[in-house]
């Protein structure tokens, strides 16, 4: 028959001899083995001795066959028995058939034996674009002796999201080696394994499996905290890495800490800081979060609706009535043609009989809109001013929370984004002597 070994069999029945090659099975070798098979098949039941990559050998309906590796094993990698003990599990699975799911509480990744949340996240890099993409999107970390890296830019590995700043290890295939090394990386077979580090929770979540709330204060806090000698959770007020965004609070130290509350602000009965009230009737509190550079919180008293913010030279601040401001805008050619003013030294007549008088700078900062920065808010103070009496008259003036923040001369958006810009600049000065990455070199 064809299919025996060395092509020998006996002359008078014609059996295989010697057995049957590599590629056949069955009692006369006439039974070709199953797809995907290596190193042969079992003689009697044709189950492969082993499979190609991301198969493994089994049987269907009591034949031999070469199935599919679970597609939750990393990189579809498994073994004979098709357990994920090769390469391990993608992310986000666990189990020796990475058949669950790690809690809904891990950022990215859970140990593989007990589902438990870690830190340092495994990524495959499988082809040499991948390779590529990870060596453009990654910088030496300033300050370290170019002895760790980080991602400079959001890159995707893996179906992973990876953010810019997510320090790239040293372990894996890069065990040992730094980002100049990138180049050597092998990504055949089941690719390149490397890893990045992650925090172990999602925001707002600790513990062993992430699963326990944050103190209400932090929005992000450690995994553990050490107490006695035990691991315990790390939700309590001083076990804080980040505050709440919503919080008037801020760490005066690196993590873990206590959010203390910011200048201005007070720390209420159920933990949470809270802005003070204003002295000043006209107005009311207000905290900004910061989402215009500078990044800083703070607690900020707006005027109240029905005043208008002037600013005067020595940075001091009115909320002035809509009534003074609107009869401003109507007298405005009289009032700056005046040369005389029926006023107190250092205010302007802003009526016709001098009833009512406003501090010059505070007069001159409403009636002068060359200082205002009306490329950010939308118009000149003065049709603002009216775009909010009209939208008064009409019922659909915006709730006092609603408004839109007005900015200070301080909050120039182009003076702030210059200074972030030379922070970088910086930054990167202190890096421009690690080692360049290299391309492989042939052996």
């Not at 005067?312 to 809509?322: E, F, H, I, R």
Request: aromatic content about 6%.
């Amino acid at each position: 028959p064809q299919g025996c070994m060395g092509d020998r069999c006996d002359q008078q029945e014609g059996k295989c001899v010697l057995g049957c090659d590599l590629d056949h099975w069955g009692v006369d070798c006439e039974n070709t083995c199953p797809q995907f098979t290596k190193d042969g098949c079992d003689r009697g039941t044709g189950k492969p001795n082993n499979c190609e990559p991301t198969r493994f050998p089994s049987y269907l309906e009591g034949q031999g066959v070469c199935s599919m590796c679970p597609e939750t094993c990393r990189s579809q990698y498994c073994d004979k028995n098709g357990m994920c003990t090769v390469n391990g599990c993608e992310n986000g699975f666990w189990g020796e058939a990475c058949e669950k799911r790690c809690p809904d509480g891990c950022s990215a990744a859970c140990t593989q034996d007990g589902g438990e949340c870690v830190a340092d996240v495994p990524v495959s890099v499988h082809t040499e674009d991948e390779r590529q993409e990870l060596d453009d999107a990654t910088e030496y970390i300033p300050s370290t002796n170019c002895n760790k890296q980080r991602t400079k830019d959001p890159i995707v590995l893996d179906g992973l999201d990876i953010p810019v700043g997510t320090e790239l290890l040293s372990k894996g295939d890069l065990k040992g080696k730094t980002k100049s090394k990138i180049g050597w990386l092998d990504t055949s077979g089941p690719g390149a394994k490397i890893f990045f580090r992650f925090p172990p929770c999602k925001p707002g979540w600790t513990g062993l499996n992430c699963n326990i709330p944050c103190h209400l204060t932090c929005s992000i806090c450690v995994q553990f905290r050490e107490e006695d000698g035990r691991k315990l959770p790390g939700n309590t007020e001083d076990d804080c890495l980040a505050c709440q965004d919503i919080h008037p609070s801020t760490l005066l130290k690196t993590g873990p800490a206590r959010c203390e509350c910011i200048t201005d602000a007070t720390r209420q009965q159920n933990g949470k800081c809270v802005c003070d009230p204003p002295e000043d009737t006209k107005r009311y509190s207000k905290f900004d979060m910061g989402r215009r550079p500078p990044a800083t919180k703070r607690c900020r008293t707006p005027c109240r609706r029905g005043t208008q913010e002037a600013f005067g030279d020595d940075k001091s601040a009115v909320c002035l009535g809509n009534a003074v401001v609107r009869m401003m805008y109507k007298n405005d050619k009289k009032i700056l043609a005046r040369t005389e003013h029926a006023c107190p030294k250092g205010q302007w007549q802003v009526d016709d009989d001098g009833k009512v008088c406003v501090r010059a700078d505070y007069a001159k900062y409403i009636l002068h809109d060359e200082d205002d920065f009306s490329f950010l808010e939308g118009g000149s103070r003065r049709e603002r001013f009216f775009k909010e009496l009209a939208q008064a008259s009409s019922g659909h003036y915006a709730s006092q929370e609603e408004e839109e923040d007005t900015l200070e001369p301080e909050d120039n958006w182009h003076h702030w984004r210059q200074l972030a810009f030379a922070q970088e600049g910086a930054e990167a000065d202190m890096s421009r002597n690690c080692p360049s990455p290299r391309p492989p070199q042939p052996l």
